[in-house]
């Protein structure tokens, strides 16, 4: 089935995603109000009586418990999650039956503005939550959920796609992807990384420091021989492989039962595996840089349940509640107003979340769609998606 999702996801994206960049161009100011001819903004208000239900799509370790429940309790808002492990299967889903199964989503970067240019989201008005003023400064306005000037979301967690080893067999703290990428690794054979066609971009990452001849600037924007060298590489880390990891569980059962010793993770992974407490691990952010993302709440434009979906998006900008997932999720608030508890909380290992860290987070190379386009005055062409998807399956033999 992930294989489907991947070549259903691509067709047709990419002239979407180019169309909707030129038709929002015209429309709302940044601060989310309605300019003339701009779209319709939906609002979040307080004394709006909720719909009974909510149903979301998430990513794994999104929507616990601990703060789903007071939401429900706050608002009357059932809540029913169907979880994602791929941005391209959350894409998919938002476009079962034209979005009317789910009301939201938390997208990432190269989810994101395929919704937004496919119409399967709504704009926001951001400036009717009162919270939004807290948002870290590079997250008040990203390409990758605003467009023109119109907001098609909330922000959440953001992080870095860190390098995990386990200590017992990685004696030294690496400080390079090579370990991952060149064929003498004393741990091939051993080695994981994230089955995603976007996962191309660690590799372009890499390269970008280590053959500068290619003049890489951005990863996600490839002319046709950067991205033919960031293929050649994947093919040759494929060997060393042991086995690519789309469900953050199989990470976590590969380093637990000694399949895997070093890979690219999420935060949630390690976070996991310290508390299970059965194999040690560590991270580190290598001296070629990261990928990362940073998720958004994303209403559905046919949400069957707006008002709740509203009350949700307001409810994941409190400092409080942007504190509690991070703390489960290893994962950094968007909110700024989170990191005093944060730091609290956690101590001397609170400096790894960055929280509030703008110069940090503007080094971190956010997940995004590639384009056909370039995005600069090059006057080249870059290699867009639905290539992007074509290769990866080719590199992974269509796992």
Known sequence: MRKVSKWLVAAGVLALVAAACGNASSGSSSNGGSGSGGPTLVKYDASAQGEGSLSLIAWPGYTQPSWVKPFEQETGCKVSVKYGNTSDQMV????????SLYDGVSASGDATNRLIANGDVAPIDVSSFSQYANVMQTLQAPPHNTVGGVHYGVPYMWG???????TDVVKSAPDSWSVVFETDSPYAGKVTAYDSPIYIADAAMYLKAHQPDLNITDP??????????????????????????????????????????IGTAWPVNQSVLVADGKVPVASVIPSEGVTGWADTWMMSSNAPHPICMAKWMEYTLRP???????????????NTASCQQLDKDLGKDAANYHCGDDSFLSQVALWKTPLSDCGNDSGSTCVDYSTWTTSWLEVTGGA
């Open 92 to 99: 998919n889903l938002m476009r079962q039956q034209q979005g």
């Open 220 to 261: 996600y924007e490839l002319t046709q021989p950067q991205f033919d060298a960031a293929i050649a590489l994947l093919k040759q880390q494929n060997p060393m492989i042991n086995k690519y990891w789309a469900v953050y569980t199989d990470e976590i059962d590969g380093f637990e039962n000694g399949d895997m010793v």
């Open 320 to 334: 409080e509640i942007q504190t509690q997932v991070a703390e489960y999720y290893g994962a950094t608030p968007s």
């Open 160 to 166: 870095p796609n860190i390098l995990m080893y386990n």
